[in-house]
């Protein structure tokens, strides 16, 4: 038998023999290495098993792209406390990775560099610690770069300029030193740049200022100094430099003009001109320029004459240099203790989107802003809230900047966009004005908490928030649900395709009462809720014809007057208890009317409801309670006993009301199909 053909029967062999998912997925094995590492322990990551499929939808938080290839990783906030290998460079697929918040520690491996497909990398909140990799400034896809919360240390990258895709780059809160770089300022889509409490010197480099679609630029608490830029006048208050005493300059209302001494800053000498007699008359030295592909025959090579100029200077600037430092740091930190805390007045934490491919892999990118006058978030609240804070660009890229597109409704206190998150998925935001949530900080806090902790299959899926002092807003985002809500289906004419059939008005029936008896039974993680404002405009209808109700536990976030004034439509659809008129409290037995009320229009197919509707019920007269587009396509036991049980649920008297838990248990009893 000849040579090849004995090599061909060999790999036929160990092709039959070879174990099938490895050889379909050769990314498993660096899968493995980089589980080992991030989970040292294995606490978290049970679901990375050796002899898994990756890209089956048992791997936590990791999905695949349609070439079987590990596309996102998405584990922030799991506890992770080891570090990130150099086995990551080997996801070459890689578009995502989200491993903020968690406790990883280590260098950040240079490896990433090789992620040619990387668009978002968010290592923030964690304990990174060492320099930048220069090699960073090579991922030329990479748009989003969080690095802030850590403790990194050294220089700013000049390197980082090569990012020409980037539109985010946070660093605050590390320990970075050295000059802002002025190779910034050659990143044309940067929007949002965040250097703010490091320990950064010099000046604000020129070419920065005029970048032309930067908006966002925080360099609070840092030592740097010398003559503000005009040109950042521009961003009004997305320009935020406070706690740095060097800094001087007009047309900035905190700063002090500056002065001949402000423009020789002994942070820095200034730029040595040749054959000058001295130094060259300029406000400030800017950082050194990155220069792009330089070599012997483009860049020049200054003299000896030059050098010895250059070196001198450096030597006496750096004696004042020490001192001017160590006066200024001191000075910062005993006017603002600056640490890695979370506590800093309007401080921002980016965070999150969703991924969310075939609907099995999630991950949440998030930012959160907040100050001193609202602070939503309160201190040491971080743990319970970060794996649902969303990011303030991306709630604004969603909806394309609430473009009246995207604009689905308003409401007495909000207005609700429809919004595509980066992966595709759509959601629901909701936007709220600071002036209709709860004033008491500790209240909102709480009812954010209570909104994260409603978790049920008949209620709409809440996303997470986004609370921005800049903006005076908050944002919650919801699943997007596609069929509207429930009175788009009511008075509707005959031959209506949106008609519903007997058995969807019954299952939506049997969905809200689980919903509801969902709200009102108490939880490990859930306390008993009251939802207060049931009705059909808060039924929403998924894609299967399930009902799903919006709003619950709203109540707790929004201020009073807000709620009140909520009650007005509901009291005018019929909705409101009337208890209520003399109480002015609400109950589960409140809860239980509003949901008779919704059980008599879907019967009827009709927004209101008469006492003829009820005397039918009573009397089992089904052409008054029974919708006549359904053309007696009913079953008449179903309906009489779905009528006895709407009219028990508003009674006049709220003990005469039956629980929602028994009207569950009694509608389980129709049909044994659900």
């Known amino acids: 038998m000849e040579l090849t053909q004995r090599l061909a029967l060999l790999s036929m062999a160990f092709s039959l023999l070879c174990i099938p998912i490895v050889c379909l997925n050769a990314e498993l094995k660096s899968l493995m290495d980089i589980k080992a590492a991030l989970d040292p322990r294995g606490a978290y990551l049970s679901s990375w098993v050796g002899d898994g499929d990756p890209c089956g939808g048992t791997f936590e938080g990791l999905a695949c792209n349609e070439h079987g290839k590990v596309a996102n990783i998405s584990l922030q906030g799991k506890g992770l406390d080891g570090v990130l290998p150099s086995a990551i460079g080997e996801l070459t697929s890689l578009s995502g990775l989200y491993l903020h918040f968690n406790r990883l520690s280590g260098e950040i491996p240079r490896e990433i560099s090789g992620l040619t497909q990387l668009t978002d990398l968010y290592l923030n909140v964690n304990n990174f610690s060492g320099s930048i990799p220069e090699a960073v400034g090579i991922t030329s896809s990479l748009q989003v770069l969080q690095l802030c919360y850590n403790n990194l240390s050294g220089n700013v990258p000049t390197q980082l300029g090569y990012l020409q895709k980037l539109n985010i780059l946070a660093l605050q809160y590390n320990q970075l030193t050295g000059a802002i770089p002025a190779s910034l300022g050659d990143m044309g889509m940067l929007t949002r740049l965040d250097l703010s409490f490091n320990r950064l010197s010099g000046s604000i480099p020129l070419k920065l200022a005029e970048a032309r679609s930067l908006r966002i630029l925080d360099i609070r608490n840092n030592t740097l100094s010398g003559n503000v830029p005009i040109a950042l006048q521009k961003m009004t208050d997305g320009f935020q430099y406070d706690n ?39 406000d400030l030295p800017e950082s050194a320029d990155l220069q792009k592909n330089c070599n012997q025959v483009h860049c020049s090579n200054p003299s000896k004459n030059s050098h010895a100029g250059v070196v001198s200077g450096l030597v006496v600037a750096a ?20 640490g890695n805390t979370l506590e800093s007045a309007d401080a921002r934490l980016s965070t999150d989107q969703e991924k969310e491919v075939c609907r099995r892999s999630t991950s949440r990118l998030t930012s959160l802003e907040y100050s001193s006058s609202w602070d939503p978030l309160g201190r040491g609240s971080q743990e319970v809230m970060e794996s649902f804070m969303f990011n303030l660009e991306d709630v604004e890229s969603a909806t394309k900047h609430f473009s009246e597109v995207n604009f689905l409704g308003r409401s007495h206190y909000s207005a609700v966009y429809k919004g595509v998150l980066r992966d595709g998925s759509l959601v629901a935001i909701k936007r709220i004005a600071k002036t209709s949530c709860k004033s008491d900080e500790a209240e909102f806090l709480n009812g954010l908490k209570i909104l994260m902790s409603l978790q049920h299959g008949n209620l709409v899926n809440f996303r997470g928030f986004c609370c921005s002092k800049g903006r005076g807003e908050c944002f919650l985002i ?25 058995s969807t008005r019954v299952s939506i029936i049997k969905g809200i009462a689980k919903g509801v008896d969902y709200l009102h039974t108490p939880q490990p993680n859930k306390p008993a809720l009251v939802h207060q404002n049931i009705s059909a405009e808060k039924v929403l209808i998924d894609c299967r014809l399930s009902p799903l109700l919006v709003g619950s536990g709203l109540q707790k976030l929004l201020a009073d007057d807000i709620v009140f004034s909520m009650l007005k439509a509901s009291a005018a659809m019929g909705y409101l208890a009337p208890e209520y008129t003399t109480t002015g409290k609400f109950t589960e037995k409140s809860d239980v009317y509003a949901f008779g009320m919704l059980v008599f229009q879907i019967l009827l197919g009709k927004s209101r409801i008469d006492q003829s509707n009820r005397q039918g019920a009573d009397s089992g007269r089904f052409e008054d309670f029974i919708d006549l587009n359904l053309n007696g396509k009913y079953s008449e036991s179903e309906a009489a006993k779905l009528g006895k049980i709407a009219l028990y649920c508003t009674h006049e008297l709220p003990h005469q009301r039956p629980p929602i838990n028994t009207v569950r248990q009694e509608l389980s009893l129709l049909y044994d199909s659900s």
């Open 244 to 282: 740095n005493p060097g800094l001087c300059g007009a047309g900035f209302a905190s700063l002090k003009l500056c002065t001949d001494s402000d423009n020789r800053s002994f942070n820095k000498p200034e730029a040595f001109a040749p054959g000058s007699g001295g130094y060259a008359r300029k």
């Open 478 to 502: 919801y699943d997007f649900v596609p069929n509207g809500n429930l009175l788009e289906y009511l008075d509707l004419k005959a031959g209506d395709e949106k008609v519903l059939e007997w």
């Open 319 to 338: 004696l004042v240099t020490v001192v001017g430092l160590s006066t200024f740091t001191w000075y910062c930190r005993q006017k603002q203790k600056i």
